[in-house]
């Protein structure tokens, strides 16, 4: 009878229920984190609406050069909206694709969409305590046009921090 | 006289209550343990949030015209009563907001960015069928 009514064993029982309650409790109170698939999705699709086959869009030269008209118009064009479930006070999306030629030197063109103010995330977030900034993703590929090569390169950001991280 | 084989018999009538009682104790204190961390892995707001999130992923990577099959199964387990009647209703679609609700005070909301329109048909074993449109 002395086991059962140990004042250590009642410790003992109640020091590993509270550490399970707790764990338990922040583990399953940890939103999942699903923004750098988004982000990469979110940049495949901006690339797959510039380029198909290596092929740069047609509707991105103007007399033989970059259309920059093509800007005014390109969420709408290639399908995209930065709607989103909260009220947030600015937009969770943003992304910036930039033309270079084969040189690497700047055509000087570039597309770019949504919230400037979450570039500064990129910078910083490598960093662990810095995960409830954005997520940020560059990609890079080459592409052709009237037998020109180009390097594209598209940075793209997703905040919605509120929804996948604590 | 004391016989040898009344004392192991009265060891025996002492020790063994008292030891049982100790191991059903623990046994039951584990056993509430497990039920508590699998009733916690199993709460709606859980499972509400992975659906709604991987279906807006799945609109967001699919092309349009694609159909995609979902088993469901363990939503339709959350609240059986609340589902027989609203499963039709358990994964909908506002603008690009997708909300998944699989019980009376639940629903979880994701956004996703592709300009589509998902049509969902969800049958009461909880297999949803999916169909992206183009918006």
Known sequence: MDKLISIYWFAILTIVAVAVV???????????????VEVNLLVNKVADCLSRGGELSSD??????FNVGYKDNFLETCGITFNTERDWIELQYYFLVEFFNIDLSDTGFFLEEGSLNLISSCDIQDEGKYERLAECVEKRFYAVSDGK????KILGIVRKTEKNVN | MIRRGDLIRKKRG???PET???IILNLAFITIL??????????GILIEQSYAKQIS???DAVEPNTEVFIDMTDASEIDSVWWEDNYDSSITVDGNIITAKFREKGGYSYSFFNKVVPVFDI?????????????
């Open chain 1, 22 to 36: 707790y764990m338990v409790a922040v583990f399953y109170s940890q939103p999942y984190d699903v923004r750098e």
């Open chain 1, 60 to 65: 991105l030269f103007y007399e033989g050069n």
């Open chain 1, 149 to 152: 090569q180009y390097l594209i």
């Open chain 2, 14 to 16: 002492e020790i063994l």
């Open chain 2, 20 to 22: 049982i009682l100790f």
């Open chain 2, 34 to 43: 497990i039920l508590f961390v699998a009733k916690q892995s199993g709460e």
């Open chain 2, 57 to 59: 992923l799945l609109i």
């Open chain 2, 123 to 135: 049958t009461s074993e909880g297999e949803l069928r999916m169909v992206v449109r183009n918006g």
